[in-house]
């Protein structure tokens, strides 16, 4: 049986970080784009403690300019 691929979130939130850094943009930076009171959800992505909800995702993806599966790391 094949294994299922699962998504690395520890992974994933280190390369939102790279990713944000790489497009010069700051954690205040995307938490003013997305509207957030504080900054804790954009940690909490990059820690890989959560991942961001599908809409955010999406929005992400753009501001970033790179693909949704170029964000996520995934494991088999």
Do not use: C
């Not at 954690?27 to 959560?50: C, E, M, S």
Request: a negative charge; charged letters at 15%.
């Amino acid at each position: 049986m094949s294994q299922i691929p699962t998504i690395d979130m520890a992974k994933t939130g280190e390369n939102i970080m790279n990713l944000r850094e790489q497009a010069g943009m700051s954690v205040r930076d995307l938490q003013n784009l997305f509207g957030f009171a504080t900054p804790q959800a954009i940690y909490k992505w990059q820690h890989g403690t959560a991942l961001p909800a599908i809409d955010n995702m999406v929005v992400l993806a753009a501001v970033l300019g790179v693909k949704i599966d170029d964000i996520l790391v995934i494991s088999a």
